[in-house]
């Protein structure tokens, strides 16, 4: 994917996140969340995503789902790791 700006290492997903979220839901946010399109966050999270990118730092997005539920992905410090999940699951 050229417009990946960084790896997604092992993708994770909490059952919560898997029974409310559709297949689509989560691909899209994923391309997103690594294309640097953060989605619903403030200014201050972008900054620091942004900054991440530079230092292989932890990453945070927030999304919609179709069906209105909010969602998180945590790409963690390294980049090894990506967890989905809702924000009740932190």
Known sequence: ???????????VATPNALSQLTHEDILRALQRHQAGDWGEVGAEDREANDQALLHGTRLLSAYLATNGTRFWIITEAGHRVTTLLLPEDY
Do not use: R, S, Y
């Open 1 to 11: 994917n050229p417009a990946a700006k960084f790896q997604l290492g092992q993708l």
